[in-house]
């Protein structure tokens, strides 16, 4: 830090992070020490920032603040060193004990044979050190992708307030000194002092442990306020107002937080790791008793021979080693660790080409979940709509407009309207580039848009310093009000919010003569129709209403004296109603019925009402075509009336009265309602969330869109979340997926996405549990019948490697295609190993053992060759047999690799997107080149010979037999009609909207 950059601020940083110890605020500290420094009036001076239009945009000076007191940039944790990851495999026993006996291995063979008889040993410990190195490799890759995952987590914007105007910026530019504007559902990321607002509510639970909500008072300087301190990690509960920053990053109490904790935090296991460690377990106990199998049946031979013989020399010894070698190389290859790795590619490939696709994944279980998904509760707006929202119909001062136009009206009256959208409003539009930049809610950016268009600046008509309060809009109430105060000291309330709803607090009517008229009823009824009729053309319909008013009859009763909300509200004068047009995103229509294709329910939650949300779900398709009349209450429903029937939410509570959850308060109702019920309009947080618990409660995997802090509970208690990147910072946080183009499409390429990682781990499995069974059958039954195994413990490592490391890389990066959206939801209960895989497993394994059997007795007449089996010592002519087996096997692996890319039977072209994955391609390349490398050149120190042309012509003719037996297979399954029956005549349940039974979930 220069010289020049401590005299520009005369404060130290550590000064103001004292403000916000907890304990501090808590016993009165901090108050004090505010006191001493003169107040926020103080702070102000001392931070070079303005208590109205807070700190310069000055680049130079916005520098000097960020050197000064830090910036707000995510904590980057320490990542562990390479050799640590060096280490973590040999913590695995079973590769302890098999770097032991080859060391043995090593030492006796060198005892024997100072020539050549090490090489055996030291080949398996080279083998050994590159499994270790690829391990290592792929771990410390792992750690990367989490670390990458963890700094792009807080994906969301700001806004603030800089030389009096509003700006959004993302949070890692957030500085001391800056205004920043919240509002519910933020979550602060810097400590600061609240200094005007109203009505804030917080949480410092993630904080303090302290679960009450606690309320903030504005701070004034000169006033007794001893709560206006916020700290960071606080989420706003209710309210809005703006905070003075006064420290962020390292020196906020949530960065000194996150200092602490010096490593990067393992996400939990995702339900698909959790099953695949059971699968796995159960594959290393098979490999471990065959592995012991193998050894016995070895040494038996062994021994047998040396009492027959009555002799035991050094041969015998290093027969014996060679035997326990052999027989740990089987556990090490049967152990399918392989099996973690390819999903963890799998997910890391995922995240990638996901984010691409404009998903970003915050949870690695939102990789796998979404492929499970058999309900999405989709919302409306910004979803499956544009969020392009423009004002289209008007009815204000009385008359109906054709055309948006507020010429023909007086003045005073248009200027009133302006000041109720312009003040009652915490949108704003980002004027740059000559285009519109707008912020902040879509519904209160198209009225501000609609004044921009009139040639009005909403930004005059606000002055914060006469703003008394102001109640955010509440998805319960669905409305917002805001309470100015006057030149003349009276008190001016604006409210707007859903059509019927404030038309409910008016008892008059502004017409365009300047005079209020009583609201009749008759006149309030044709209001009512005319709300109809725009839902029915699918706008939403915003009324507009003010009144004047004294203070005092607005203000609560005791000490406190604040703003009654319901005070204010009564007795409104109606200005107007606006009819917005959000038009129906193109895609939508084609994405849900995408859904219904894949067996996905697609259900619609909206505040809208009836009419609006009807005309929406049949444009995109959510309604099934040609509904009935009487049956269209079947499919929906506003939620009171959902509430009702279902009995609600019931809260479900331990012996010692603690919240343990939710659920449905009548289950059976809820059972037979959701048969058919596609749509709730006028929708609470609360119906939300008991739609959310009731699917779940009857087995159904749930995901659930949301942008609003409303939508939290529901993001947060479904399977799997996912916010809106223009969402609220508590959406996001309650999320697993951030949608960033807000498009519905990419909920459906997650579903592909997440349906492509079962698949990816599928084929996986088909093939390593193939070349398992193929490689413990033939060392196990070869050592029983000839008294060695036709495959050595160095080309069993080098199989191991081909089987984990290099097969996971390979079939984890297959790219997903629509014929994803053919299978079924994978649920719940959904078993890892399904008919397709255990048709390809049980024929390939029966193909490959038999070829290889054949080969192993046969093989010495049909080629012509010595018995590989025998011999008291190796050299090139007796281990052309066994190199000849070692090479065919090798060979119908990666034959087999191709096979293993198309899951599903019904797909006959096993080569359909071959050259569409470079990955794959390069691992074939890659394991062949060096197979042939290994059986040409590695002479005893592998165990092969060098094979001739023809030879290699054989061994890749019977490997490419795999091929063939994967064709005749899929033919035979496509002319029995099971495949025409699995994608045509099996109808998936959830598609038959029309049923009148609860299979149809």
């Not at 990542?79 to 080859?102: E, G, H, N």
């Not at 129709?529 to 009763?557: F, H, M, P, Q």
């Not at 012509?953 to 994967?966: D, K, N, P, R």
Request: proline share 3%.
């Amino acid at each position: 830090m220069s010289n020049s950059h401590d005299n520009y601020f005369s404060i130290a940083p550590e000064s103001l992070s004292n403000l916000f110890e907890p304990d501090g605020i808590r016993n009165g500290k901090s108050f004090e020490l505010l006191s001493q420094l003169n107040g926020v009036s103080g702070i102000c001076e001392l931070l070079k920032s303005n208590a109205s239009k807070g700190i310069s945009e000055n680049p130079s000076e916005l520098t000097k603040r960020a050197q000064h007191f830090g910036d707000n940039r995510p904590h980057i944790y320490n990542r562990k060193p390479f050799w640590r990851f060096l280490l973590m495999p040999l913590s695995d026993t079973v590769l302890q004990i098999l770097v032991i006996a080859s060391i043995v291995s090593l030492i006796v063979g060198t005892i024997e044979d100072p020539i050549e008889g090490w090489y055996e040993g030291l080949a398996i410990l080279v083998t050994v050190c590159i499994v270790i190195f690829v391990t290592a490799i792929n771990d410390y890759k792992k750690e990367s992708q989490f670390i990458k995952l963890n700094l792009q987590t807080d994906l969301c914007n700001i806004i603030v307030i800089r030389e009096g105007m509003e700006k959004e910026i993302t949070l890692k530019e957030l500085l001391v000194g800056d205004l920043l504007c919240v509002t519910t559902g933020d979550i602060l990321q810097g400590d600061g002092i609240y200094i005007r607002g109203s009505g804030l509510s917080v949480d410092e639970s993630s904080i303090t442990g302290e679960s009450k909500l606690v309320k903030k008072e504005a701070f004034q300087d000169g006033d007794i306020a001893y709560d206006s301190f916020l700290i960071s990690g606080a989420k706003i509960i209710e309210g809005s107002g703006l905070v003075l920053v006064c420290a962020v990053g390292q020196h906020s109490v949530l960065g000194r937080n996150r200092r602490m904790m010096n490593t990067l935090a393992d996400e939990p296991e995702t339900p698909l790791q959790e099953r695949l460690t059971v699968l796995a377990t159960f594959l290393g106990k098979i490999g471990f008793y065959a592995g012991i199998i193998l050894s016995i049946a070895l040494l038996l031979h062994l021994f047998i021979g040396a009492w027959i013989d009555e002799r035991w020399g050094n041969q015998e010894w290093t027969d014996l080693v060679d035997a326990i070698i052999l027989g740990i190389t089987i556990m090490v290859v049967a152990i399918p660790e392989g099996l973690p790795l390819a999903l963890t590619l799998a997910m890391a490939y995922s995240i990638l080409r996901m984010k691409d696709e404009q998903i970003f994944v915050r949870h690695l279980k939102g990789c796998e979940i979404m492929g499970a998904a058999t309900n999405i509760l989709s919302d409306k707006t910004g979803t499956l709509t544009q969020n392009i929202m423009t004002v289209t119909k008007a009815m204000i001062f009385g008359e109906s407009l054709d055309k948006i136009d507020c010429s023909k009206f007086p003045s005073d009256d248009v200027n009133l309207l302006v000041e109720c959208i312009s003040r009652n409003s915490t949108a704003f539009i980002n004027n740059k580039n000559q285009k519109h930049d707008l912020v902040g809610n879509r519904t209160e950016c198209a009225l501000l848009m609609m004044l921009t268009q009139w040639g009005f600046d909403y930004h005059a008509f606000r002055n914060p310093e006469h703003l008394i309060a102001q109640f955010a809009f509440n998805p319960r109430t669905k409305r917002m009000t805001t309470v100015y105060d006057s030149e003349n000291g009276e008190a001016i309330v604006y409210s707007k919010g859903a059509g019927e709803v404030i038309l409910d607090f008016c008892d008059q009517e502004l017409l365009c003569n300047g005079l209020a008229e009583k609201l009749t009823d008759e006149r309030k009824k044709i209001l009512l129709d005319i709300i109809k009729n725009w839902a029915d053309l699918g706008l939403r319909v915003i009324t507009v209403a003010y009144k004047k008013t004294s203070l005092e009859e607005i203000i609560t009763e005791g000490p406190e004296r604040k703003i009654n909300e319901e005070k204010g509200e009564q007795g409104l004068i109606l200005i107007g109603m606006l009819g917005i047009e959000d038009p129906l995103r193109p895609e939508a229509k084609q994405s849900v019925e995408k859904c219904k294709v894949a067996g996905v329910i697609v259900r619609m939650v909206t505040g809208d009402n009836s009419e609006t949300a009807k005309r929406i779900a049949k444009n995109c398709a959510i309604l099934p075509p040609g509904i009935l009349d009487e049956e269209i209450d079947d499919y929906i429903m506003e939620g009171a009336v959902f509430r009702e029937k279902v009995g609600g939410l019931v809260t479900v509570t331990n012996e010692d009265g603690k919240l343990e959850g939710f659920k449905v308060g009548n289950l059976e109702g809820f059972k037979n309602i959701i048969i058919r019920l596609r749509v709730i309009a006028r929708c609470s947080p609360e119906d939300k969330l008991l739609l959310v618990i009731g699917l779940r409660a009857l087995g159904e995997v749930v995901g659930v869109t949301g942008d609003g802090s409303n939508d939290a509970p529901a993001l947060k208690h479904s399977d799997i979340g996912l916010a809106m990147m223009s969402g609220t910072p508590l959406a996001k946080e309650s999320a697993d997926i951030i949608l960033l183009d807000d498009n519905f499409e990419s909920v459906v390429n997650s579903v592909k996405w997440g349906r492509n990682v079962y698949a990816s781990i599928r084929k996986f499995l088909t093939f390593q549990m193939t070349c398992n069974a193929v490689a413990l059958a033939i060392s196990i039954i070869g050592a029983g019948t000839t008294s060695d195994s036709p495959l050595n413990a160095i080309q069993m490592l080098w199989v191991n490697l081909i089987m984990d490391a290099l097969a996971a890389l390979a079939l984890a990066t297959e790219p997903p295609t629509d014929q994803l959206f053919f299978t079924k939801p994978f649920g719940r209960k959904e078993k890892m190993i399904i008919k397709d895989m255990v048709v390809s497993m049980i024929t390939q394994s029966a193909y490959q053992i038999g070829i290889l059997l054949v080969m192993l007795y046969e093989g010495p007449c049909i080629f012509d060759i010595e018995e590989g089996w025998g011999h008291d010592s190796w050299d090139e002519e007796n281990g052309k047999h066994f190199t000849l087996i070692f090479h065919t096997f090798v060979m119908m692996q990666i034959f087999n690799e191709i096979c293993c890319r198309k899951l599903s039977l019904s797909e006959i072209n096993i080569f359909k997107g071959f050259f569409n994955n470079s990955i794959f391609i390069s691992i074939l390349v890659v394991t062949t080149g060096v197979q042939l490398l290994l059986v040409n050149f590695g002479g005893s120190f592998v165990r092969c010979t060098a094979l001739s042309l023809e030879h290699h012509l054989i061994c890749v003719g019977l490997g490419a037999g795999c091929i063939l037996v994967s064709l005749f297979v899929r033919c035979i399954y496509k002319l029995s009609g099971k495949s025409k029956k699995s994608v045509e005549d099996e109808k998936y349940p959830l598609l038959r909207s029309n049923s009148s039974n609860h299979s149809d979930l």
